[in-house]
């Protein structure tokens, strides 16, 4: 039998490739609305594993690449359609949907409806320009948000702790820290990675056909957190 491949949920209570640069997050929960109201918490998410032989997984997967980046952002992140792959060819790198609901996801119905979002986590942190210590980092790539799932919290959730530490800790247990690349025009992203816990190094990267990059990075979270 495959092992359990969901890692962690949250409930209420609580990015290109090449260089690990991760897409848009969403907007933070609890943010005014236009009337003064406060908008909702985000949904109780799970990350789901995309590298196991379960059948969860092999309706994620066609759930996640019909993902498409909205016009505006796809400067920004390159579609699970390209990422997937390279990910699939890389044991360094877990695949990873964010998924909203306790699941399983039964049918394709029921994962194109619960599929909030994507993201690969790379252990092989070889780049010394990223951060001093590549061995004890851990390296998120290719994350996004699907647009139906937008300004609901799940990027600042799903890239908070306890979710993405525990992912973290089960794919690379000797990594102490989290880092990322954004485009240095994302602010918007870099609000929710900044809000998930994340800050910037100071370091910048140039990676074609990219631009700029901007380093970010947040220590893992013994145990995951609470």
Not at 3 to 17: K, L, Y
Not at 92 to 116: H, I, K, L, N, W
Request: overall charge positive; proline content about 10%; aromatic content about 4%.
């Amino acid at each position: 039998m495959a092992p359990a491949n969901t890692t962690g949920r949250t409930g209420p209570r609580t990015g290109a490739d090449a260089a690990g640069r991760t897409g848009d997050g969403d907007g933070a929960a609890g943010r005014p609305g236009p009337a003064g109201a406060r908008r909702p918490g985000p949904p109780e998410l799970r990350l789901v594993r995309l590298d196991r032989g379960t059948a969860e997984s092999a309706l994620l997967r066609a759930a996640v690449l019909e993902h498409r980046p909205l016009p505006g952002r796809r400067g920004y992140v390159r579609a699970p359609a390209a990422t997937l792959p390279l990910a699939d060819a890389d044991p360094a790198r877990t695949p990873f949907a964010v998924v909203a609901g306790p699941g399983p996801v039964r049918d394709a119905a029921g994962a194109r409806a619960s599929c909030a979002g994507f993201g690969v986590l790379d252990r092989a942190v070889h780049a010394r320009d990223l951060v001093p210590d590549p061995a004890h980092a851990v390296l998120l790539r290719a994350f996004h948000v699907a647009p139906d799932w937008e300004g609901k919290g799940v990027g600042r959730a799903s890239c908070s702790a306890p979710l993405l530490d525990r992912l973290a800790a089960e794919v690379a247990p000797d990594a102490s820290e989290l880092v990322l690349c954004v485009d240095e025009a994302n602010r918007r992203a870099a609000r929710v990675y900044g809000a998930a816990g994340f800050s910037f190094t100071g370091r910048r990267l140039f990676a074609e056909p990219d631009g700029i990059q901007l380093v970010m990075v947040r220590p893992l979270v013994a145990g995951g957190g609470s």
